[in-house]
């Protein structure tokens, strides 16, 4: 299992130099964000005044700091995988040359036998082991003035050489600010917004592109009429580390795809310890086992002995799919697909990525009838489906189109045909597709999801990319492998051959004859939404301000306040939890208006009837399996990368995945949220919304 350590420094009285407000204030909140958000186990504080810890000082002295830094880093006590951050905020300094940093004793008139050089700063936090060494240096601060030439220069070139990520306040000409409004740094608040809930920077790259913008927006704000300017950068060596991802709870799998194509590309030009670094940080990244990671590794470890195991292959020239430079083909071309397997033992069980599905899934027709106006048969199309065989499946879709285009000879329809094509036949197809993938793929499916992003009549080329991104079809800013599987992304299939229809200008063509055939109209969602819902209640409960918070979506003050509602309507208010006979004795007329009016102002996304609707396609019963349980939250975004939100991770947006929310606060309050007994309410819940019959 990874570690995460961190050392956080923050210098407020200086001994010799100019004191400062707030710098002891920001290494304490990254301390505490360290701890509480980021989930790192240890994050040793130092400051000015900071405490003895089992009878050593913590005083951040330059005998106390250098002392930290050699006896912490002597021998390597951490590996590939693991990250450690060191944080300094205070005083810097650049003599004759070098980089340092100043302890609260630093004389500024010795600063070679008082202060830290970052030379040796970076040189220590490299041997620690990890291969994800992050160095945040806010370390240019004054009130008003400084003297001297700022640091960063050679700061900078000392990261370049050592590999260490290194994330400046500002410019070498420049002062990092502080603010009494914010009593905080500029810097450092636009930091921590950056990687928590905020700016949700997962990777370096991302978090380099908020403090650009961010800490001049916060300098016009605070610093109003002053030609002040701060200029925040990072230093990532190789260019690969920018793909790095420092905050894995909000890491998309686009991130880790991203990831993937830099490992292959080290690989490639035979870089092998880089490969082995970034197939490391895949694994660590990404939910569950990745097989690409783990195939990787072991192909590493060959070549390592037999050099030749890794030959130097560009991508093929008659891929459709290939990237024109050899750097992004895989040394043995090996598609990069958003799903990883839950486990090693079962790397086909589920999908682990919360895939998001359109905002109405649609009902399946238990019976679908073969009709067609062409005469067309549709049986062997049904008969490959009902078996779960979807490519042969998807390329007779494409033969009995072109059938009832009457294209069979040409083998290709164009815009015309696809306009024309008898509504029947479209309609036969796209139900026997809803239907035996439990509502994941069909033509209805994939225009429903294009148009939850945006997506008009009209070519809009930003919507499109946005669709096959969501769908699968484009990875990584590029064309991706089709995936047959039943767990491929919602909208997935039909492609029906890219001739025809991967190209984003017939897409209009495409989803405007689903619409004339009125598709959406004649297939019934699998849980209805009412138009108007009547704030009902059996105990008398008012539900005036939930619909409200989510008419206006407020996501988190709904979600409390459905909390409050369901302890009210349940008689619990005082307890403010539930228990199971009461969640099994729920008022049915209550729990109805509670999932009506998430359903109806989310679009159909969330819902305590959506969430059972997922847990079952998932194979649930109202007996616990635990890999269900688990690849339920992954689906609906509770469980990411091995491990169970904490409340204040929840995502509060309607782009949230899938049934994301309501967040079961009247639940999870007291019984160890979903990684507890989150199953035994869930399952009485789901148990409940049966009896109801919602």
Same mark, same amino acid.
Request: with cysteine; aromatic share 10%; charged share 25%.
């Given at each position: 299992?990874?570690?995460?350590?961190?050392?956080?420094?923050?210098?407020?009285?200086?001994?010799?130099?100019?004191?400062?407000?707030?710098?002891?204030?920001?290494a304490?909140?990254?301390?505490d964000?360290?701890?509480?958000?980021?989930?790192?186990?240890?994050?040793?504080?130092?400051?000015d005044?900071s405490?003895?810890?089992?009878?050593?000082?913590?005083?951040?002295?330059?005998?106390?700091?250098?002392?930290v830094?050699?006896?912490?880093?002597?021998? @390597?006590?951490?590996?590939?995988?693991?990250?450690?951050?060191?944080?300094?905020?205070g005083?810097?300094?650049?003599?004759?040359g070098?980089?340092?940093?100043?302890?609260c004793?630093?004389?500024?008139?010795?600063?070679?036998?008082?202060?830290?050089?970052?030379?040796?700063?970076?040189?220590?936090?490299?041997?620690?082991?990890?291969?994800?060494?992050?160095?945040?240096?806010?370390?240019?601060?004054?009130?008003?003035?400084?003297s001297?030439?700022?640091i960063?220069?050679?700061?900078?070139?000392?990261?370049?050489?050592?590999?260490?990520?290194?994330?400046?306040?500002?410019?070498p000409?420049?002062?990092?600010?502080?603010?009494?409004d914010?009593?905080?740094g500029?810097?450092?608040?636009?930091?921590?917004?950056?990687?928590?809930?905020?700016g949700?920077?997962?990777t370096?790259?991302?978090?380099?592109?908020?403090?650009?913008?961010?800490?001049?927006d916060?300098i016009?704000?605070?610093?109003?009429?002053?030609?002040?300017?701060?200029?925040?950068?990072?230093?990532?060596?190789?260019?690969?580390?920018?793909?790095?991802?420092l905050?894995?709870?909000?890491? !998309?799998?686009n991130d880790?795809?991203?990831?993937?194509?830099?490992?292959?590309s080290?690989?490639?030009?035979?870089?092998?310890?880089?490969?082995?670094?970034?197939?490391?940080?895949?694994?660590?990244?990404?939910?569950?086992c990745?097989?690409?990671a783990?195939?990787?590794?072991?192909?590493?470890?060959?070549?390592? !002995?037999?050099?030749?195991?890794?030959?130097?292959?560009?991508?093929?020239?008659?891929?459709?799919?290939?990237?024109?430079?050899?750097?992004?083909? @895989?040394?043995?071309?090996?598609p990069?697909?958003?799903?990883?397997?839950?486990?090693?033992?079962?790397?086909?069980?589920?999908?682990?990525?919360?895939?998001?599905?359109?905002?109405?899934?649609?009902?399946?027709?238990?019976?679908v009838?073969?009709k067609?106006e062409?005469?067309?048969?549709?049986?062997?199309?049904?008969?490959?489906?009902?078996s779960g065989k979807?490519?042969?499946?998807?390329?007779?879709?494409?033969?009995?189109?072109?059938?009832?285009?009457?294209? !069979?000879s040409?083998?290709?329809?164009?815009?015309?045909?696809?306009y024309?094509?008898?509504?029947?036949?479209?309609?036969?197809?796209?139900?026997?597709?809803?239907?035996y993938?439990?509502g994941?793929?069909?033509?209805?499916?994939?225009?429903?999801?294009?148009?939850?992003?945006?997506?008009?009549?009209?070519?809009?080329?930003?919507?499109?990319?946005?669709f096959?991104d969501?769908?699968?079809?484009?990875?990584?800013?590029?064309?991706?492998?089709?995936?047959?599987?039943?767990?491929?992304?919602?909208?997935?299939? @039909?492609?029906v051959?890219?001739?025809?229809?991967v190209?984003?200008w017939?897409?209009?063509?495409?989803?405007?004859?689903?619409?004339t055939?009125?598709?959406?109209t004649?297939?019934?969602?699998?849980i209805?939404?009412?138009?108007?819902?009547?704030?009902?209640?059996?105990?008398?409960?008012d539900?005036?301000?939930?619909?409200?918070?989510?008419a206006t979506?407020?996501?988190?003050?709904?979600?409390?306040?459905?909390?409050?509602?369901?302890?009210?309507?349940?008689?619990?208010?005082?307890?403010?939890?539930l228990?199971?006979?009461?969640?099994?004795?729920?008022?049915?007329?209550?729990?109805?208006?509670?999932?009506?009016l998430?359903?109806?102002?989310?679009?159909g996304?969330?819902?305590?009837?959506?969430q059972?609707?997922i847990?079952?396609?998932?194979g649930?019963t109202?007996?616990?399996?635990?890999?269900?349980?688990?690849?339920?939250?992954?689906?609906?975004?509770?469980?990411?990368?091995?491990?169970?939100?904490e409340?204040?991770?929840?995502?509060?947006?309607?782009?949230? @995945?899938i049934?994301?929310?309501?967040s079961?606060?009247?639940?999870?309050?007291?019984?160890?949220?979903w990684?507890?007994?989150?199953?035994?309410?869930g399952?009485?819940?789901?148990?409940?919304?049966?009896?109801?019959?919602?």
């Amino acid at each position: 299992m990874k570690r995460n350590l961190a050392i956080s420094i923050g210098i407020n009285k200086y001994e010799f130099s100019q004191p400062l407000k707030y710098a002891k204030r920001d290494a304490e909140l990254m301390r505490d964000f360290l701890v509480k958000e980021a989930g790192f186990e240890r994050v040793l504080f130092c400051s000015d005044e900071s405490p003895n810890i089992k009878g050593k000082s913590t005083r951040a002295s330059f005998v106390n700091l250098r002392r930290v830094l050699r006896t912490t880093f002597e021998k @390597p006590f951490m590996e590939a995988g693991d990250n450690f951050w060191l944080f300094f905020s205070g005083h810097g300094m650049r003599h004759k040359g070098y980089d340092y940093l100043m302890a609260c004793d630093s004389d500024p008139g010795d600063v070679a036998g008082t202060a830290i050089s970052i030379s040796y700063v970076t040189e220590q936090l490299r041997r620690c082991g990890a291969d994800n060494v992050v160095l945040i240096l806010d370390a240019c601060r004054s009130q008003g003035s400084k003297s001297g030439e700022g640091i960063g220069y050679q700061a900078a070139q000392v990261a370049r050489e050592k590999g260490v990520i290194t994330i400046f306040s500002c410019s070498p000409d420049e002062l990092s600010y502080e603010i009494n409004d914010l009593q905080q740094g500029i810097f450092t608040k636009a930091l921590l917004e950056g990687l928590g809930a905020q700016g949700r920077c997962a990777t370096v790259e991302r978090l380099n592109h908020y403090l650009n913008g961010r800490v001049p927006d916060l300098i016009r704000q605070y610093k109003k009429g002053d030609t002040s300017r701060q200029t925040p950068y990072i230093i990532a060596e190789p260019a690969s580390k920018y793909h790095l991802i420092l905050c894995p709870q909000y890491a !998309t799998l686009n991130d880790v795809a991203t990831m993937k194509n830099d490992a292959f590309s080290a690989e490639i030009h035979k870089d092998l310890d880089l490969a082995e670094q970034l197939w490391i940080r895949v694994l660590a990244a990404s939910p569950g086992c990745d097989m690409d990671a783990i195939k990787a590794l072991k192909r590493i470890g060959i070549a390592e !002995t037999l050099p030749a195991a890794i030959p130097y292959q560009p991508s093929s020239k008659n891929s459709a799919t290939a990237d024109k430079s050899p750097e992004a083909a @895989p040394p043995n071309p090996t598609p990069i697909e958003h799903d990883v397997s839950p486990s090693c033992e079962n790397t086909a069980a589920t999908d682990k990525s919360p895939q998001p599905a359109p905002p109405n899934p649609t009902l399946i027709e238990h019976d679908v009838p073969l009709k067609s106006e062409r005469g067309v048969d549709y049986t062997k199309l049904r008969d490959l489906l009902a078996s779960g065989k979807w490519k042969e499946a998807d390329e007779e879709t494409a033969n009995k189109m072109l059938e009832g285009s009457g294209r !069979t000879s040409e083998g290709c329809l164009n815009s015309e045909d696809i306009y024309k094509f008898p509504c029947e036949d479209l309609r036969t197809i796209d139900q026997l597709w809803v239907k035996y993938s439990n509502g994941r793929f069909g033509f209805s499916v994939q225009k429903r999801i294009y148009e939850s992003l945006g997506g008009t009549k009209e070519y809009d080329h930003k919507s499109w990319e946005a669709f096959g991104d969501r769908v699968g079809w484009r990875v990584n800013g590029r064309v991706g492998e089709l995936k047959f599987a039943s767990n491929a992304p919602i909208g997935h299939l @039909p492609l029906v051959f890219s001739g025809w229809f991967v190209w984003g200008w017939r897409v209009k063509v495409v989803f405007s004859r689903v619409e004339t055939c009125k598709l959406h109209t004649t297939v019934p969602l699998p849980i209805p939404i009412s138009a108007n819902v009547p704030l009902k209640s059996e105990r008398g409960v008012d539900y005036t301000k939930l619909r409200d918070l989510l008419a206006t979506g407020k996501w988190q003050e709904a979600d409390e306040e459905t909390t409050n509602r369901m302890l009210d309507a349940a008689g619990r208010s005082r307890e403010s939890w539930l228990e199971i006979a009461n969640i099994d004795r729920f008022p049915c007329e209550d729990l109805r208006t509670i999932d009506q009016l998430w359903l109806k102002y989310s679009d159909g996304r969330f819902g305590f009837s959506m969430q059972k609707y997922i847990y079952q396609s998932l194979g649930g019963t109202g007996k616990i399996d635990w890999k269900i349980w688990e690849a339920f939250g992954d689906r609906v975004g509770w469980h990411v990368n091995g491990s169970w939100l904490e409340y204040n991770q929840i995502k509060f947006a309607s782009n949230a @995945p899938i049934a994301h929310l309501p967040s079961w606060g009247w639940w999870n309050r007291v019984c160890g949220g979903w990684s507890g007994r989150g199953w035994e309410g869930g399952l009485i819940l789901f148990s409940r919304i049966e009896t109801c019959k919602m």
